[in-house]
């Protein structure tokens, strides 16, 4: 760490590492303390996720003051949606949260089911598999968790054994959609394709091994002293704490409150499913760590359940002015639509040529009003603000991101404790910028 210049103040000696940037924070210089710290802790990987700044105030290795400062993202993707039709709107949403693109599309595909009124039409295999295709990103996000925090406290062996489970559901989301990531594979009415054998075949024996990962994972870091140390009793944040800030997920359960939307407020049949909310009383780093491992079981016996009543049946509703083509093949050149399909909109069928052109180009349109969705992601509530105005486009669409809710938490978090600390009671938070700075 290299500091700037030192600066003379006429009320003491202020040390910031990047110059005369925060002013402010130089003429709020208590007087009492003949010196004081300001650092900026990042925008850096890792430890503040790429593009997080801290603005830390040091006595010591003591934080006294904390500073969020967001917004080095900003994709925009929430203005975009308004540009393009409500089917293209899912290939925007899925890159806001790109370590749960499945929850950022199921979230605003059931907003735009809910103003088209087309809830209860929504066959029940395309339901089984949003909720099968959820909970294996549940596990693929909280693995990355679990394997960069581990890497953040010195458990680097985590990184190596969490990314090693991800990838493999990450090659289950590619047989299934064509994508490991930004899938836009969940789509208003229904999901883009079917999910094939083989990947049923993959899915069983990724339920196979994975309940023995988990007691190895627990069995490389639950009794580490360094990994004891560095979580427990630390980045306290009770559950009084986490209502006033309005925390939710992992985080709020691990103080205790067992408040899990699939529970709560079920959507996508959840309430046909047999699971249990895990919780914790420790309000801390490892009660984080112990809800997250036991969130993967549950999630495990939820994909368990989705293939034992995944029955054959549609994808999408049948309301051909609604409905995505859904059943097309993929061309020879793995591009593209088959010849087949190519062959039956162009020769056969006037009317499928036109429904092909119209939802390609316009889109369909959507009844005016506002709805809010709000569903379990891996971090908590995400909610899904839809307005539309009678057309073809969102008039708006805004997300309540658990990420940009829960960051709030850091400074109640760090103020009063040690510099390094910091690093392991963000992690605990599990923030995704890229959902922070849509």
Partial sequence: ???????????????????GDWADVVGAHDP?????????????????????RLVLEL?????????????????????????RNWTQGSTFVTRMDYLAPIFNETGYSLAVEKLLGIVEQIPDRATTIRVMMMELNRISSHLVWLATTGMELGALSMMIYGFRE?????DIFEMITGLRMNMAYVRPGGVAQDVPAEAIKKIKEFLGFMPKRLNEYEDLLSGQPIWLAR????????????????????????????????????YCGYETYQFDVPTSDDADVWGRYQVRLNEMRESLKIIQQCLDRLRPGAIMVEDKKIAWPAQLAMGVDGLGNSLEHIAKIMGQSMESLIHHFKLVTEGFRVPAGQVYVQIEAPRGEL??????????????????????VNLQAIPAMAEGG????????????????GGCDR
């Fill in 1 to 19: 760490m290299s500091y700037a210049p030192e600066r003379e103040t006429t009320e003491g000696r202020v040390f910031t590492v990047t110059g």
């Fill in 166 to 170: 991800r990838e493999f559901i990450l």
């Fill in 231 to 266: 979580t427990k009793g630390v980045a306290v944040l009770d559950v009084t704490g986490c209502l006033a800030l309005g925390i939710t997920g992992p985080v709020l359960r691990s103080a205790g409150l067992g408040w899990d939307l699939r529970k709560t407020m079920p």
């Fill in 59 to 83: 006595e010591g290795e003591t934080v006294t003051d904390c500073r969020l400062v967001v917004g080095y993202l900003h994709t925009g993707i929430e203005k975009n949606l308004e540009y």
């Fill in 418 to 433: 040690l510099l390094a600390d910091v690093i392991a009671g963000g992690a605990s938070l599990d923030p995704v910028m």
């Fill in 32 to 52: 009492v303390h003949d010196e004081r710290i300001v650092v900026n802790m990042g925008p850096q990987h890792p430890s503040t996720h790429g593009v997080l």
């Fill in 383 to 404: 909610g899904v603000h839809a307005v539309s105005d009678g057309g073809t486009r969102p008039y708006r669409v805004h997300y309540r991101e658990p990420s940009f």
